[in-house]
């Protein structure tokens, strides 16, 4: 079983502070996917990476997958009330259609 | 064009009864697929359903089972509830079945087991 390890879990920050959020497995991915879930709704698709090493820019998010394709980290600049909501990474092996999930960081951020 | 769309919202059942959830796939997708995600956990895969043919399945029980429809809209079916059914259903559609495929969500149902 493949398992997506966040962290952190749990986030709290200020308007206007960076953060960086870490998903983490020892097993290796043929792609992996960062989605954003609000409360009562589904997950919303961010962003795709597919290549070790590959960087995706996504205003001012900014995801990294790792050389070993294993893990991967988002980074928020300058992060807005409006970017709260939790966080999930999602990956797949092979041309398995069967994505693995994370428990998701829950990120809150404060006017 | 119309997004992923799912019925009913909300859901209270008991026990033992049976259940069935809907989804409506967005506009010009084939593949649907339906996920379980508990309170303070990531949505995990149940089943996927792809030209009206089971494509796939998660580590859930048989006593989850599905049907897709010729309009690829679906159905998800769960017998004999236990208090640990007790999760929001999220279904996802896309054009084909490949995760390099992008989902589109719906916004789930709330069922609550007593």
């Known amino acids: 079983t493949q398992l997506l390890e966040q962290s952190p879990q749990f986030l709290s920050i200020q308007e206007g502070e960076n953060l960086t959020v870490y998903c983490n497995s020892s097993?290796?991915?043929?792609?992996l996917q960062w989605y954003r879930q609000e409360p009562g709704e589904g997950p919303v698709l961010l962003v795709t990476?597919?290549?070790?090493?590959e960087v995706k820019k996504l205003k001012r998010l900014t995801f990294q997958f790792g050389d070993a394709r294993k893990d991967s980290s988002l980074h928020i600049t300058a992060a807005q009330p409006g970017d709260t909501g939790l966080y999930l990474c999602a990956g797949a092996s092979g041309g398995s259609y069967i994505p693995t999930f994370g428990r998701g960081t829950s990120l809150i951020v404060h006017p | 064009e119309t997004g992923v769309t799912q019925s009913p919202t909300h859901l209270i059942k008991t026990r033992g009864q049976q259940v069935t959830l809907r989804c409506s796939s967005q506009?010009?997708?084939?593949?649907v697929s339906w996920y379980q995600q508990a309170l303070g956990q990531g949505p995990q895969f149940i089943f996927q359903?792809?030209?009206?043919?089971?494509?796939g399945r998660g580590n859930f029980p048989p006593r989850f089972s599905g049907l897709q429809f010729p309009n690829y809209s679906s159905e998800l079916n769960v017998n004999a509830l236990e208090l640990d059914d007790s999760a929001l259903y999220l279904c996802?559609?896309?054009?084909?079945?490949?995760?390099?495929?992008?989902?589109?969500f719906g916004p789930g149902t709330r069922l609550t087991v007593l």
């Open positions: 506009s010009g997708h084939n593949t």
């Open positions: 359903y792809y030209r009206e043919e089971e494509n």
């Open positions: 996802a559609s896309s054009f084909g079945t490949s995760t390099y495929n992008e989902q589109f």
């Open positions: 097993s290796v991915f043929s792609s």
């Open positions: 990476v597919v290549t070790g090493g």
